[in-house]
């Protein structure tokens, strides 16, 4: 776990996060997701934290997706792209930065405010766009 500053006691509350999260089985863990462009994650991974996209930068949080809005959000944002990856992010790992807020269809999105760090991301996977320019999006964990 990704250590939490907050006023007050931040020693406690890692110490907290860790403990939970050694206690925690794999279907525990809340995940969300984010899809990236291959190269803007090439890059994330050389300087070891994900900074997040234009419009991220824009809007002042990076846009993630629970599992249930990721082809949604492929479909929408991504439609035709090409060298996608899907980035699996242990929510918990996010702390407080982490905030679930009304977005597309008055649906809880994650944002995140802050920088991804990489310590937090589970896995990544390529998306594949098929013949019909949408991609395959796996099967996901909520």
Not at 27 to 51: D, F, L, N, S, T
Not at 108 to 133: C, K, T, W
Request: glycine content about 6%; some cysteine.
């Amino acid at each position: 776990m990704w250590p939490i500053r907050s006023p007050g006691q931040p020693a406690l509350r890692q110490e907290y996060q860790q403990t939970q999260a050694a206690i925690r089985t794999p279907e525990q863990v809340v995940k969300v997701y984010k899809i990236c462009p291959a190269p803007a994650w090439r890059e994330a991974e050389r300087e070891g934290v994900y900074r997040g996209s234009a419009e991220d930068a824009r809007d002042g949080f990076i846009h993630l997706s629970a599992a249930s809005q990721v082809a949604e959000t492929a479909r929408k944002h991504f439609f035709a792209q090409r060298a996608l990856f899907l980035i699996e992010i242990d929510g918990d790992a996010l702390g407080d930065a982490l905030r679930w807020e009304r977005s597309r269809n008055e649906q809880l999105f994650p944002h995140l405010y802050g920088e991804l760090d990489l310590g937090a991301v589970i896995s990544v996977q390529s998306l594949n766009m098929r013949s019909d320019s949408c991609h395959d999006i796996p099967e996901l964990a909520p």
